[in-house]
């Protein structure tokens, strides 16, 4: 896809970069070897690295991390390109880099509720008067990522029902 859009775009083309580059958001470098240099890894590891994702990728394989084994990964590939939308082997530069930071967005692992989203204790009874909702409750999801919205979405309506729930609204 790269290829098709010529070189020195990064998908979903064409969207403009150099900003990215100014600001040492996006690390660029005409070889892996000067990439490597600028994001301070070892040049002759990153191209190994680089060549051994490629033997796979020509096959539409990623032993490593498994990009495009689920069919969630392959909804957000590039449908145009076989066998998997989701890996291509790397080879012409110039190549880029971004720095990974940690960061939150959701949880998985928060308070068991029930169904009026009240929190559980061990023994599984609702404790009066304590409901969870959103990030603090346990995804109903059972730690999975289906897709967008499922964060807010049950944090919007567990809030809902639990208010419902506090104000005797369904009694
Ligand atoms: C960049 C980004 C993009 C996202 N995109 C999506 C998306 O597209 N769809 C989606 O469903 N979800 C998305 N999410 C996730 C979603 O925003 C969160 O899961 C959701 O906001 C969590 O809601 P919450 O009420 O549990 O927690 P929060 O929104 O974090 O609310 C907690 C509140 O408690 C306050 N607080 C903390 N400590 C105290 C204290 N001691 N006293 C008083 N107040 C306190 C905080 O200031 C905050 O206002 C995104 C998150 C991020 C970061």
């Known amino acids: 896809m790269l290829r098709k859009y010529g070189l020195g775009y990064v998908k979903p083309a064409p969207v403009p970069f150099r900003q990215h580059v100014r600001s040492g958001y996006l690390y660029e470098g005409r070889t892996l070897e000067e990439l490597a240099e600028r994001i301070g890894a070892d040049p002759a590891g990153l191209r190994r690295t680089v060549e051994n994702f490629n033997k796979h990728a020509e096959h539409g394989e990623d032993p ?3 990009k495009g084994s689920t069919s969630y ?19 012409k530069g110039p190549f880029y880099a971004v720095k990974l930071v940690v960061g939150d967005l ?10 009026n989203a009240q929190v559980l204790a061990k023994d599984g009874r609702p404790i009066p008067g304590l409901y969870s909702v959103g990030n603090d409750a346990a995804s109903i999801m059972g730690g999975n990522y289906p897709g967008g919205g499922i964060t807010l979405g049950p944090a919007v309506t567990f809030g809902y029902i639990a208010a419902r729930h506090i104000s005797g609204a369904n009694d």
């Open 106 to 115: 959701g949880t998985f692992a928060g308070l068991r509720c029930n169904e």
């Open 64 to 66: 490593e991390f498994g």
């Open 73 to 91: 990964n392959r909804s957000l590939g590039d449908p145009d390109h076989k066998p998997n939308p989701c890996v291509a082997p790397i080879r």
